[in-house]
């Protein structure tokens, strides 16, 4: 190996470092956005409104003061303590198979 090989090599794994930390970051950032499943501003819980379709889904509080798109977060993730709150429409609490409550 030369040190243009090596120099390509160290720039390769030093991109795909950054891609990896960004991740990282952005999934601790959605994290801390989503608070537990409550509007920071509010203290209301975060009710879905959208997917997208890149599978990113839209929440927005109950007073429509905030709302946030998040995309790392699954549903097992979110605490359970908020369904019966987000209840939303006379469906008798049965949730839709994409986990919002229909």
Same mark, same amino acid.
């Given at each position: 190996?030369?040190?243009?090989?090596?120099?390509?090599?160290?720039?390769?794994?030093?991109?795909?470092?950054?891609?990896?930390?960004?991740?990282?970051?952005?999934?601790?950032?959605?994290?801390? &956005?989503?608070? &537990?499943?409550?509007?920071?501003?509010?203290?209301?819980?975060?009710?879905?409104? %959208? /997917? %997208?379709?890149?599978?990113?889904?839209?929440?927005?509080?109950?007073?429509?003061?905030?709302?946030?798109?998040?995309?790392?977060?699954?549903?097992?993730?979110?605490?359970?303590?908020?369904?019966?709150?987000?209840? /939303?429409?006379?469906?008798?609490?049965?949730?839709?198979?994409?986990?919002? /409550?229909?």
């Amino acid at each position: 190996m030369n040190v243009a090989d090596v120099i390509g090599v160290v720039v390769g794994f030093g991109v795909m470092g950054f891609m990896i930390a960004g991740a990282v970051w952005q999934c601790f950032n959605e994290r801390r &956005d989503w608070n &537990d499943g409550i509007c920071p501003r509010c203290l209301t819980p975060w009710r879905s409104f %959208d /997917v %997208d379709s890149q599978g990113g889904r839209g929440y927005n509080c109950e007073t429509r003061c905030s709302s946030i798109w998040v995309s790392w977060l699954h549903e097992h993730e979110r605490p359970g303590r908020y369904t019966t709150i987000q209840k /939303v429409g006379g469906n008798n609490g049965q949730h839709g198979g994409d986990g919002s /409550v229909r």
